[in-house]
């Protein structure tokens, strides 16, 4: 299997479960001047 | 042919077109094909000069953020003579204002896509698994119409084209127009015709009919908002962000199937862009936009400050992103965006009384101000890509500080796309010109380009600006 196919089968095992998960939601956090976009468990 | 200094004033014409623009040069090639005989009248010449662009100069009240001498160019061809290229028709919901739709521009598309010599392929696919998000498709033209097309008026039969000439007064009675005074190379003449159509760009066709409004010739209707719902397209950069872009890349398989072309802006032929469904933009009340993600080059360091300034919020998170990046699965990315800007009536041009050009006549005067609307929308869609990378974890976007900040005043850059200010309605209490771009109150003045647009969504405008004038030749070709 060529390094690239191996990726994209690679990439479709993690991304699937993600489907049947809830949408998070996205927080804002200010460092400095701008903001930024993350979930609640980004630590 | 061109008429250089001697003109035989006696000579009858079909059509005066003011303005050699992508909107006039269109406007006379379709004519010509019809065999009717056309005077094109450009102010500027063969190629743009400093001495011509001066009579462009004009006065800023506002956040406008262009000098107005600098954004259009008064010369043969135009602004073609400098613009990028990027070419998209407008969506349907575009016209939700206008008198006519969408299917009334559609049969030209095909004939607009071949004179800017791009294919005709607009594709849209839903970005994956989203229902809010889209991916775009814009063709890139190289075409200047100003190298296009001069030799073919050169030695055209039916057209003549009259260079360094300004239009000065426009003169007639009862609505109707007869002859058209001019200034050509310091000389007074006058042009005589059917029909005139004045094509001069976004600022000129709302300035010229301010100045012959002045002149009270009854030649169109009184009390139009001549001037008035002058818009632009916001260009700003909304952020920047660390993407995973092997995931990117593999993931959103699409029937494009180009999505990494997005970022090849230089020399691609197309283009892409994200932009956000008509149903999300109903929902959330906002206007139409479009994002491009522009990826990084692994010689670009910028993440660095990026993930120096995330460790200090979420350090296991930018361990995990800085981890990626070594590996060159993740790299940075900037977020820009070109929307749309509503027509507001306060936002308008005037004539200025502080600039006089070269000729004796005022300048144009731009009152602009853009609405909270139109921060709102930035806002908006980039805080639903954000909610996309977090939801399928390919990203984190660092949103610039404008958009969240209320007392934060919004400067935006802007895409050199002047539009509104004569614009296309049902009657002249709030538009100038009819569907079938006639002046108000007028039996035979028209008007071309994108002055007359009641919106202008997202996209460049041009492609537009030439559907129109088909379609304009198309009627005129019907009356004369």
Not at chain 1, 11 to 34: A, H
């Amino acid at each position: 299997m060529k390094k690239r196919n191996f990726i994209k089968v690679l990439f479709s095992i993690f991304i699937i479960p993600n489907f049947l998960f809830e949408k998070k939601k996205v927080i804002k956090r200010k460092y400095s001047k701008n903001y930024w976009l993350l979930s609640k468990n980004d630590k | 042919m061109i008429i250089k200094d001697s003109f035989l004033e006696e000579k009858y014409y079909d059509v005066i077109i003011v303005g050699a623009g992508p909107a006039g040069i269109t406007l006379a090639n379709k004519l010509e094909e019809k065999k009717f005989n056309v005077a094109l009248i450009e102010a500027g010449s063969e190629d743009f000069s400093a001495d011509s662009q001066e009579y462009y100069i004009g006065e800023n009240v506002g956040e406008f953020p262009q000098e107005t001498d600098v954004s259009r160019l008064r010369m043969f061809g135009g602004t073609t003579g400098h613009w990028g290229g990027s070419s998209r028709p407008l969506d349907a919901y575009d016209f939700n204002n206008w008198p006519i739709k969408k299917k009334n521009l559609d049969p030209y598309v095909e004939e607009a896509s071949k004179i800017i010599e791009v294919k005709n392929e607009f594709r849209e696919v839903p970005f994956p698994n989203s229902k809010n998000l889209k991916i775009i498709e814009f063709q890139v033209s190289r075409v200047r119409f100003g190298e296009k097309y001069f030799n073919d008026m050169k030695n055209s039969k039916y057209i003549d084209l009259f260079l360094n000439t300004n239009l000065l007064e426009i003169n007639g009675e009862n609505g109707k127009f007869n002859k058209a005074n001019c200034l050509m190379n310091g000389k007074k003449i006058n042009i005589s015709a059917k029909l005139l159509v004045i094509a001069t760009g976004g600022i000129e066709n709302s300035r010229i009919l301010l100045l012959n409004e002045r002149k009270e010739q009854k030649l169109f209707a009184t009390k139009m908002p001549i001037g008035e719902y002058w818009y632009e397209h916001p260009f700003s950069e909304l952020g920047k962000a660390i993407i995973n872009e092997k995931i990117i890349n593999s993931y959103l398989r699409t029937d494009l199937n180009h999505f990494v072309n997005m970022y090849h802006t230089g020399d691609a032929s197309v283009t892409y862009s994200i932009a956000p469904t008509e149903n999300f933009i109903k929902d959330n009340q906002i206007l139409n936009s479009c994002i491009w993600l522009v990826l990084h080059k692994r010689t670009n360091k910028g993440w660095k400050n990026l993930l120096k300034d995330l460790f200090c919020i979420a350090p296991e998170l930018s361990n995990n992103m800085l981890k990626l990046i070594d590996r060159k699965v993740s790299c940075g990315a900037t977020l820009y965006s070109s929307w749309e800007q509503e027509g507001q009536k306060n936002n308008k041009i005037v004539l200025s009384d502080k600039i006089i050009d070269k000729n004796g006549y005022p300048g144009p005067k731009i009152i602009y101000k853009k609405s909270n609307l139109v921060k709102r929308t930035a806002k908006v869609c980039v805080e639903e890509i954000g909610k996309y990378l977090i939801d399928y974890n390919i990203g984190r976007i660092r949103a610039n500080s404008f958009l969240f900040d209320d007392e934060e005043s919004f400067i935006s850059g802007a895409g050199w796309h002047h539009m509104g200010g004569t614009i296309m309605g049902d009657n002249p209490k709030n538009a100038v010109v009819d569907k079938n771009l006639k002046l108000f109150g007028s039996k035979n003045i028209y008007v071309a380009g994108s002055s007359v647009f009641p919106s202008g969504g997202h996209a460049n405008p041009t492609i537009t600006i030439i559907q129109l004038s088909l379609r304009l030749a198309e009627h005129l070709s019907k009356i004369i």
